[in-house]
């Protein structure tokens, strides 16, 4: 057994694998973390990567990494329009990847030879020039299962008219998704709709014809969603995550993480802390701003709050608060501009999850066992928080308007009731399934080495 693993190993050196992640955080995190998964198998990485959202390489010796240049003005490369700016780059980085790629392919080092090509499914352009280029593309979708399929019946829920959703009752079940309600329908707010079903169908369409499709979820999870794409997508399916859980945190972040956070926390009691973070690209406005803040100081439940420069739109930062604001909690409350969220939520003295459900950190929170309150702001994230509160039962949805009173109540029921507490059992069971699945005999272990088996057959 051990000379034929040392075989596999051996055939899996000089086969490099070039990897394209999307330029967004919650994109480059799982990218570059299935990045160290495939060299920790044995092969060569390289990381083709627009110089919108540049990585910092000196975290990863080991890749070689290679910039294009994306030609965005500083207007264009903005997050106020997702969909708008997910269209342009797919369409200005066509020329500069093909010429990237097509110098990998031909100056292959010391005879090594390119298995293939991984790219973020938003990427939907390169589907095309990997054809053009004979080399074979694995599509990496960094968000759940579940939200892929409605993203997939989109052209169906056009039909039955439920987008746009202006005349459904927002509260009214989508039989067609169970267990989705009309207001759980992934919503982008853009200038330009009929982009949003471009990007969409090219990024459907262009993982139907894909050589496969990785995932970072696993069976015990989404079992049902998995059966249901595995009917409707003809592609081999490798779920392998969770991708985090594979070695100890690792840094692809963006911004530098505020280690205070874990000082602060250090001096908690334990699970009596709620962190509240919501992500690197939601916004939200300066009433909700407030009404978060007094909600959380209203609830006397000590809080870490991650509030990232852009959150607050039209703030640089903090400046909406009252004045003395942190002060007046006396040391209950600690605020920082990005922090260490893996090591965060695997912290002791952390008690429940305030987020806006992006599936990295739905993912993160399950696997520490932190039961969650859901505060989806667009996209995928209505899908996760949906399931979160209503499949998998371990948090509770902030339906309503962002209001103090509410918010205190929420906490309240996460953090001190009975009904937490049973929250807590059910997400501790999937933290303890998300364990097995990636050790031997697990389902994301036998994946993973379909996968790697599949790579080395190109
Ligand atoms: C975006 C979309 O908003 C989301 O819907 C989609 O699922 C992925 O892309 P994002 O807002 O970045 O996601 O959220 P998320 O998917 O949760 O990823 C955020 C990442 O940043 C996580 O890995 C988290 O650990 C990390 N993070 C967050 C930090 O390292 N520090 C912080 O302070 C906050």
């Known amino acids: 057994m051990e000379n034929q693993g040392e075989f596999h190993l051996q055939q899996r050196k000089g086969r490099r694998v070039i990897l394209f992640p999307l330029p967004l955080q919650g994109h480059i995190n799982p990218m570059l973390q299935l990045a160290s998964i495939l060299y920790n198998k044995g092969f060569s990485i390289s990381i083709i990567h627009t110089n919108f959202n540049s990585l910092n390489s000196s975290n990863y010796p080991h890749f070689s990494f290679h910039s294009i240049p994306d030609g965005l003005s500083q207007s264009e490369a903005s997050f106020a329009d997702m969909v708008a700016l997910l269209s342009l780059l797919n369409v200005k980085c066509v020329a500069p990847f093909q010429d990237c790629l097509g110098k990998l392919l031909s100056n292959s080092v010391d005879g090594e030879k390119i298995a293939c090509l991984i790219t973020d499914a938003v990427w939907y352009f390169t589907q095309t020039v990997a054809e053009n280029l004979k080399v074979p593309r694995l599509v990496l979708r960094t968000n759940s299962v579940s939200s892929f399929l409605v993203f997939a019946a989109f052209p169906l829920l056009r039909e039955k008219g439920y987008m746009p959703a202006q005349d459904c009752e927002p509260e009214a079940p989508v039989p067609e998704l169970p267990p989705l309600r009309v207001k759980d329908i992934p919503v982008f707010e853009t200038r330009i709709p009929e982009t949003l079903h ?66 602060w926390l250090d001096k908690q009691q334990p699970k009596s802390v709620i962190y509240v973070s919501f992500g690197s690209v939601a916004a939200i406005n300066d009433t909700e701003f407030l009404e978060t803040a007094w909600g959380l100081a209203n609830s006397m439940v000590p809080f870490l709050w991650v509030v990232r420069p852009g959150l607050v739109r039209g703030a640089e ?133 379909n996968l790697i088996n599949y790579i080395l057959s190109f």
């Open 317 to 449: 930062w903090t400046e909406p608060l009252p004045k003395g604001f942190l002060e007046m909690l006396d040391g209950r409350g600690h605020i920082v501009k990005w922090a260490p969220q893996q090591e965060i939520l695997a912290h002791p003295a952390i008690g429940g999850f305030w987020t806006h459900n992006g599936w990295n950190s739905t993912l993160e929170s399950i696997c520490e066992g932190v039961p969650m309150i859901c505060q989806p702001c667009f996209g995928d994230q209505m899908v996760n928080a949906r399931y979160v509160s209503h499949v998998w039962k371990i948090g509770l949805h902030l339906e309503r308007k962002l209001e103090r009173e509410e918010i205190e109540k929420t906490i309240k029921r996460v953090m001190l009731e009975e009904e937490g507490q049973e929250m807590r059992e059910r997400i501790m069971y999937l933290k303890e399934k998300a364990d097995i699945c990636l050790k031997q005999g697990g389902s994301s272990y036998q994946s993973l080495e």
């Open 198 to 263: 471009q990007v969409q169908l090219g990024l459907i369409n262009q993982t139907r014809v894909s050589s496969g499709c990785i995932w970072n979820s696993f069976q015990d999870l989404e079992q049902v969603s998995l059966a249901t794409l595995q009917k409707e997508f003809p592609v081999p399916m490798f779920p392998i995550g969770p991708f985090h859980k594979y070695f100890p945190a690792s840094s692809s972040s963006l911004l530098s993480q505020d280690r205070s956070a874990i000082s």
